[in-house]
């Protein structure tokens, strides 16, 4: 029986916080693969390539914001089961509501907590439900 590492997918376009989860996931998720897209057009691309177990979306992207990059990954063959992480700086309660709303598993803050992100993203990729409050 051959066993699949899970694949996660990060869209973010802020190279220090690009970095920064890609050293939480070496630290404490190594055994997930980390893929990592700078827009949501090429997120979108490279979700339909990969086929991530989970994407975790920036909401504040250039181009396409992340709202507008869910809809087109609900709207693709291979991508519309995927569940998808909100991650943000946008905190308040309304912004959180309207994640939740547009269809997001799940919204995580910045600057994000490393305990509660890692346990809602190994949740996610168990295939739980993910947070909507601040980390």
Known sequence: MEVRS????YVEDNPLNMALIHH???KNLPDVLLLEAETGEHGIEMAKQQRP??????IGLPGL???ETLEHLRHGEYT???PV????????LSDI??????????YVTKPIHVRTFTETVLNLLAGGAGRFTGC
């Not at 899970?6 to 997918?9: A, T, Y």
């Not at 177990?53 to 920036?58: F, G, M, P, V, W």
């Not at 509501?97 to 799940?106: D, I, N, V």
Request: glycine residues 8%.
């Open 53 to 58: 177990d989970l994407i975790i979306l920036d």
């Open 97 to 106: 509501a309207k994640a939740q709303q547009a269809g997001f598993a799940g």
């Open 85 to 92: 992480l909100a991650i943000s700086a946008f905190a308040q």
């Open 6 to 9: 899970q694949k996660v997918l």
């Open 65 to 67: 914001n992340g709202f």
């Open 80 to 82: 519309r089961h995927v």
């Open 24 to 26: 939480l996931f070496k």
